[in-house]
Structure formats: structure tokens, C-alpha cells
């Protein structure tokens, strides 16, 4: 069961079945997706685990993304995620492996997400299981082109929303059309960035917060 | 219509231990951040259709200073890892861009009324670029424009140490056209530049010679309040002296 669950963390791209209904239809998402961060953009950035130490996460959701749970546009939403609380504790418990994989999934249900793109890799991890210089970690673009790969979506008419400039270079290095920054103190810390970043740049808007009301400017702008 | 791009990505080394946390667009003159009171301006300026702001140098005190900013136009920042060379930046935005672009210094400190005046007249001519200029010392200008007073035809754009070499006076005490960090350029003047090519190059010095050669950089007296904060003196000048009231 544990190396089950290993080998379902070793995934970079998680599907869900309205993904895989457009992908064999050859369907491309003409309206672009919303890339969505998780720690400090969902919820805030309390470091790796975040996601676990929110209570009762479905109401937490419903509490706080109701209307975007309901209706976000024509847009599909798309998760982008670098998730390292299992590759900072050389032990895993069961319960928490499996506590993660269910939220994951009451995510992608609740928001209708097409995909959860993630890396739970990280090059100094205690987890020697998962201690790797991952080219799918943010802010490598790979994990975007590989979606595309699977079903080209309108990369002109996507958005990116994150907290910390290594999101939006990805958003950047794979071409789309707009990337927001939530402004917070850390926004620009590179610290445990594996990629050459000489020379990079990235353009990108600044919110306070990723609350309903830029929700719907993001939402209603033309990109 | 036209886009704006104020340039606040540089390390402001002149400025001491007080751009050390702080970018030097980011320093407070009264209330006020320098690049807030910029963008605050630009923002008023009539056809305005897109603010691009870049940043690099304490990067997160720039974006503070715009969020504490009401603006009425959302401003689009573009994050450079290391300095690029302000003509680099340029190009960057003039690949995003297709209407003209107003380009701003963002260590000055302006009067709107001077800087309205100067897009305003900058617009007349759709196919011309423009270039803002004023009379300052040698030994101070940041480049020496040589142009035509008839026509307003700029025939060159001179650095500032090569044109102290040249003179055989007393640089001290002459004054000569400079260069005022402003500039209008015209959308047609600017499709033609390749970001690969212009890493650590400065609009001065890689592009404007460009424009210069076919004949379509004019240059036009820069009115009303202009200061470029380059030390602590400077800042300290506009602060306590000067300009407390100037719109």
C-alpha cells in the first residue's frame, strides 16, 4: 500500500476524467485554462503541509470558493504545484499519505479541475525516496508543455495565479498569456530554486489577495 | 493610445547605504514614492492604455510602493533576474506592445503639467519618435543630444564621458542639451529591435542611434519641474527645498 501511494506521489500529472474525455476527443480548450498555485494562493503559505493543516477542508472550500467551485468562466482550472512535505521527513506515515491523496481529490472535485500538476521532489530531501533535481519543479515549464501535449489548450487566453516568482517564470517560460503575483513578503525569494535562472524575466500583475473580488476580475478580463 | 514603461530596475549605487533595502525609484519624497508619483501621473495622462513597470533591484520594494498606490490602470511588472540594460527592457516591452511608447527614468521627479505638455506635443507626430531634452551642465548631463534647431532633428546622441573629452572648456560651467530620460517612441520606430541582441545595452547608447539614422528622432524642450534624483543630495534637495507642493 505505502509503495502504491510512492509511486502515485513519483506522478508528476494527475488526471481527472473530464481530462481524459477531452483528450480522446482530440478537443482543444479554446477559452485557455487558470493555472492555480496552492500554498499562499488557496490558502496561506504556513510551509510545506499546508494542505493538511486546514480543518474541515470541504467546508474550508466552500466557506471561501463557492462561486469559483460553481462557475469560473469558460476557463478550466488547472493546479501547479510544488509540494514538498514528504520530501522533508525521512519517515511517511500512512495516514498522512492518505489524508493528502483525499484532499487532492476533494480539490479537483470541488473546483471541476482538469488536472493537478505537481512535484513532490526536492534536490536536498531528507526522503531519499524523493530527493531528486526534478525538471518538472517549478520554475521549469515542463509540466505546462506536457499538458498541452496531452490537449492544446489557448495558451494566449490562460492566466497563472501564484505567490512567488518562480510561478509566473514558469507561466512565462511556456508562453501564456497573463501571470498574477499575490503580493506577500516573500514574492521574490529564490532560495531553493534548482534552475539556471540567469537571465530569466517574467511579466505579471500584482493582487493583494486571491479573494472573490480579483477572482472576478481574473475572471472577466480578456487576458 | 500609447503604453507607458517606467524604468526602475536599476542598483542605484549612488545613492548610498539608502538604496541598499530600498530600490531608488522607491525612495519617499514628502509621502510619496518617486515611481508612485509617476505612475500616479501617467496615469492621468489622456490615451494611456497599458503601465509596464520593471524592476529587479529590490524588486518587492517597487511592487509595495504601486500597491500603496491607487491607480486606475493595474500595472504589468517586468521582473528581471539580474539587470538587463534599459534597451533590453525596452525591446521586452515593445514585443508585448503595439501602440507607441512613453518611456520614463524612474529616478525623476516631474510636474505633471510638463510632463502632459511633452506627450501631448510628442503625439502630434505619428511617425517621429521624440526625445525630451534640457539645458544642463556637462559635467551633470547623462547624454549630450546634438541636434538641427530648425528642424528639431536629432543627428546624434553623445555619452556623457565622450563628450566631456571632447570639450576643450571648463566643463564645469558649460552648459550643453541633455538628455532628459524621457522619450515617446513612435510604435513603427520600434518593431524592428531584437531583445537577443541588446543585453547590457542602454536606450541612449543601442537604440536611439538606430532611429537617429533614418531620421526620425526630434528632440523637444523638456517644461515645467524636472529633477533626477542620482544622490542623497539630490533626494534631500527635492525633499526639503523644492518641490513640496509641485503637482
Known amino acids: 500500500m505505502r509503495s502504491a501511494l510512492y509511486s502515485l506521489l513519483s ?14 476527443r482530440k478537443e482543444s480548450l479554446i477559452q485557455g ?8 494562493t488557496l490558502w496561506p503559505d504556513n510551509g510545506p503541509g499546508s494542505i493538511l493543516e486546514i480543518p474541515n477542508f470541504s467546508t474550508f472550500l466552500d466557506s471561501n470558493y463557492s462561486i469559483l467551485g460553481n462557475d469560473f468562466g469558460k476557463r478550466r482550472i488547472v493546479f501547479v504545484t510544488n509540494q ?10 500512512l495516514n498522512r499519505l492518505l489524508t493528502y491523496t483525499l484532499r487532492i481529490i476533494q480539490l479537483m472535485t470541488f473546483f471541476r479541475s482538469i488536472a493537478f500538476l505537481v512535484c513532490h521532489h526536492h534536490p536536498s530531501a531528507k526522503n531519499s525516496r524523493l530527493r531528486r533535481a ?3 519543479r517549478k520554475p521549469s515549464s515542463l509540466p505546462l508543455d506536457r499538458l498541452y501535449s496531452f490537449f492544446p489548450y489557448s495558451k494566449k487566453k490562460s492566466v497563472l495565479v501564484g505567490d512567488r516568482i518562480t510561478d509566473v517564470l514558469s507561466g512565462e517560460l511556456s508562453q501564456i498569456g497573463k501571470s498574477i503575483l499575490i503580493f506577500n513578503a516573500k514574492m521574490f525569494e529564490l532560495n531553493d530554486s534548482i534552475h539556471n535562472l540567469e537571465g530569466s524575466y517574467s511579466f505579471f500583475s500584482v493582487i493583494p489577495n486571491f479573494d472573490l473580488i480579483n477572482l472576478e476580475k481574473i475572471r472577466s478580463s480578456d487576458v | 493610445m500609447f503604453d507607458t514603461l517606467l524604468l526602475a530596475a536599476g542598483a542605484g549605487k549612488r545613492m548610498g547605504i539608502l538604496s541598499n533595502e530600498v530600490a531608488k525609484p522607491a525612495l519617499k519624497v514628502g509621502n510619496e514614492t518617486l515611481i508612485g508619483r509617476l505612475s500616479r501621473q501617467v496615469s492621468r495622462l489622456q490615451g494611456l492604455s497599458s503601465l509596464y513597470i520593471n524592476c529587479s533591484h529590490r524588486a518587492e520594494s517597487i511592487v509595495q510602493a504601486l ?19 534599459t534597451a533590453w527592457t525596452l525591446s521586452k516591452v515593445a514585443e508585448k506592445s503595439t501602440k507607441d511608447l512613453l518611456v520614463i527614468h524612474g529616478d525623476l521627479f516631474l510636474q505633471y503639467s510638463g510632463l502632459s505638455n511633452f506627450v501631448s506635443k510628442a503625439r502630434e507626430q505619428s511617425t517621429v519618435s521624440t526625445i525630451a531634452i534640457h539645458q544642463r551642465e556637462l559635467w551633470k548631463a547623462r547624454s549630450v543630444v546634438d541636434f538641427n534647431p530648425y528642424s528639431k532633428i536629432v543627428n546624434s546622441i553623445i555619452p556623457r564621458s565622450l563628450a566631456r573629452n571632447e570639450s576643450n572648456q571648463d566643463s564645469q560651467s558649460q552648459s550643453i542639451w541633455s538628455n532628459s530620460g524621457i522619450y515617446y517612441f513612435c510604435s513603427n520606430n520600434l518593431k524592428t529591435f531584437k531583445s537577443e541582441n541588446l543585453r547590457n545595452s542602454l536606450i541612449e547608447l543601442a537604440i536611439l542611434p538606430l532611429i537617429i539614422n533614418n531620421q526620425n528622432l526630434r528632440a523637444l524642450t523638456y517644461t515645467g519641474v524636472r529633477y533626477s534624483i542620482e544622490t542623497p543630495e ?7 527645498q523644492g518641490f513640496r507642493g509641485v503637482d
Open chain 1, 84 to 93: 514538498t512535505l514528504f520530501a522533508r521527513s525521512s519517515t511517511q506515515s
Open chain 1, 134 to 136: 526534478c525538471i518538472h
Open chain 1, 11 to 24: 506522478r508528476h500529472i494527475w488526471l481527472s476524467p473530464v481530462a481524459l474525455n477531452f483528450a480522446s
Open chain 1, 33 to 40: 485554462v487558470v493555472f492555480l498555485d496552492l500554498d499562499g
Open chain 2, 234 to 240: 539630490d533626494l534631500k534637495f527635492v525633499d526639503n
Open chain 2, 67 to 85: 500597491q500603496e498606490q491607487e491607480l486606475p490602470v493595474d500595472p504589468i511588472f517586468l521582473w528581471e533576474k539580474e539587470i538587463m540594460g
